[in-house]
């Protein structure tokens, strides 16, 4: 059984860093493409940052380009998550997603990913 774990949320202010982690059981998560999406309360599920499976090229959304990096950890059987200069407005509930069948980054779910884990909550306030 597939399981994915999101983890390194928390509150941090305004230009702070958070790291957070997708740790997958059941699977290797080196065989998937990996996806990062964000939703916060009221607005649409957003994604942030992908990563493939078959040469760990990376996409990012624009609003988060130059400051989110998404990497693979293979001893930690993890997808991680790096979030540097953090705004208010990356506020939300952060979400990691296991690819399907696809090897290219998308941000779209429907027909592109089919696991997903409980989320990490990350609030940027001062």
């Known amino acids: 059984q597939v399981q994915l774990v999101e983890s390194g949320g928390g509150l941090v202010q305004p230009g702070g860093s958070l790291r957070l982690s997708c740790t997958a059981s059941g699977i290797s998560l080196d065989d998937y493409t990996v996806g990062w999406f964000r939703q916060a309360p009221g607005k649409e599920r957003e994604g942030v940052g992908c990563i493939t499976n078959s040469d760990d090229s990376t996409s990012y959304a624009d609003s988060v380009k130059g400051r989110f990096t998404v990497s693979r950890d293979q001893a930690k059987n993890s997808v991680s998550l790096q979030m540097n200069s953090l705004k208010p407005e990356d506020t939300a509930l952060y979400y990691c997603?296991?690819?399907?069948?696809?090897?290219?980054?998308?941000?779209?779910?429907?027909?592109?990913?089919?696991?997903r884990g409980q989320g990490t909550q990350v609030t940027v306030s001062s």
């Open positions: 997603f296991k690819g399907s069948i696809m090897r290219f980054c998308s941000f779209v779910i429907k027909g592109g990913y089919d696991s």
